[in-house]
């Protein structure tokens, strides 16, 4: 996974041929002399690649079109925020894309990606492939003509189900010829995906403030200050934080050249064990499976990694954390994110239960363990904040008043991370 973190489409385009391609595959490399070409790719897959992986990365590139408000010709020819990667979807890449938006609702976005996969170039060894594993384009078409209908319906009658737009498209698919239905992608193929993205803003809301942030729209503050801090413990008097001020009030500050290289290593041989972090609280009676947004480990078992970190925790906030059991580390690869949040006890997120004999959160502070080239910003969108991850800081901010009452000026979230991978 590491080796497609600085090249997301790559990664996308990696899971989405083991996923979809590898059963076509497997067929034709049966055919002799493809015996030996098919042991070679199984070592390969070796079964860790499966069909909730593409998925989930469908969802996290879906993500990141939407959230950074990315136009679909540019992330299908390798233009990511002004970056251009030296990698294009395929026809068959541009084809998933459109199914998967279809299927979560999204016909406009389906329709624009149908018109990517309708115009697209021919590739090198494509009949080859097509001989492979069948050509894709036998449906193409149609389903274009099925996305933009609904595209057009859903303008039409806003508050109508995705069953009963379907039936008035089915309907009106029926009654079209095949001359009529290649009228119908020619008249849609001339008009600029701009204009169906014009209709869909119609009934989009406004963008949100998180959306903003990590766009990089939010204005940056003025009045602020960079200071040795040496005042949080005696220890500092000798070797004073590096502390900059990235909000007055609420009280954010950034300490910089806190967490070192070798305790990166150190941390991650700690956090071997990862599971998925999901973008809601998983119940035992989950009708659907909930968005993998990170791979999150706790670490609770005393080590000196720890002991140290908690002990530079008190030193740079002078608050006393030996009570505190555990450390959260979490890695945000590719679309990986998470929407605003508090950190005190909010509703089911965070429970009296989980930190019972401590109170509620009175702090947070997050060690970035990487830099991000794009994407991975702590964002405050009630206070219009965006900061960006520098590996070796550290972001501290109170979640409550003095007087213990909650602060909502700290909700708070993590933007889609683009390229790269986010550790903290």
Known sequence: REKYVSNPLKAFSLVRRVTEDWTHLQVYTKRKPGQEALAAMKKLVDGKIKLRNLKSMMQRIARIEQIYDLKSVDVAQGRLLGQHFNKEFSLRDCLAIAKHK?????????????HQAIQHKAEPNSRAYDEAIGKPASTLRRNFVMATLMHAARIRHPNDTHKALQAKVDAALQKMSSIQLEKHVQQQLARDVDEFVAEAHKLQPPVSDFERGCRGQFVRRANLHCRYNHSTHPFLRLAPFRMEEINHDPYIVMFHNVFYDSELAEMRSLAVDMSDGYSGNVTAKQAESLDVVAHIAWLVHKSPFLQRLNRRISHMTGLDVSEFKALQVANFGLGGYFEPHYDYMD???VMAESIAGLGDR??????????V???GMTTFPEIQVAVTPQKGSSLFWYNLFD???????????????????RWS
């Open 102 to 114: 279809y299927g979560s609702g999204d016909y406009t976005r389906s329709a624009i990606w149908y």
């Open 362 to 371: 009175l702090a947070s502070i997050i060690f970035y363990s990487s830099d």
């Open 373 to 375: 080239p794009q994407g």
């Open 403 to 421: 007087d213990g009452r909650q602060d909502s000026r700290t909700l708070h979230s993590v933007c889609p991370v683009i390229v790269g991978s």
């Open 347 to 349: 509703g089911e997120r």
